[in-house]
């Protein structure tokens, strides 16, 4: 079984800075893409920022150039930086993997509990 907790998430003022993170754990024999999504009050959940397993990176154009996503393969981890907050940023933040376990051949995909992140003054 494999499972995604994510963490970091809280009550920030707009122009703050939060670290989100996300640890895969369980049966896992690889990692391929890890995503970060959001999904603000009232509306659709929507793809934040993706890095494969060999490190290409793309972003969202709401975030790019002050959120920064990152990997740290030997804890299967993945990190998002989110600087320069607004209040827009609000929503919960889903961490996705796709992942392929020592028991399946197929690679399948994770999805973490959420966290919340509001900004706001």
């Known amino acids: 079984q494999v499972q995604l907790v994510e963490s970091g998430g809280g009550l920030v003022q707009p122009g703050g800075s939060l670290r989100l993170s996300c640890a895969a754990s369980g049966s896992i024999f690889s990692i391929n893409r890890m995503r970060w999504y959001r999904q603000p009050p009232g509306k659709q959940r929507e793809l934040v920022a993706v890095i494969t397993g060999g490190g290409l990176i793309n972003y969202a154009d709401s975030v790019r150039g002050r959120f920064t996503i990152s990997r740290d393969n030997a804890k299967n981890t993945v990190y998002l930086q989110m600087n320069s907050l607004k209040p827009e940023d609000t929503a919960v933040y889903y961490c996705?993997?796709?992942?392929?376990?020592?028991?399946?051949?197929?690679?399948?995909?994770?999805w973490g509990q959420g966290t919340q992140v509001t900004v706001s003054s």
């Open positions: 996705n993997a796709d992942i392929r376990t020592y028991t399946e051949a197929a690679w399948y995909d994770y």
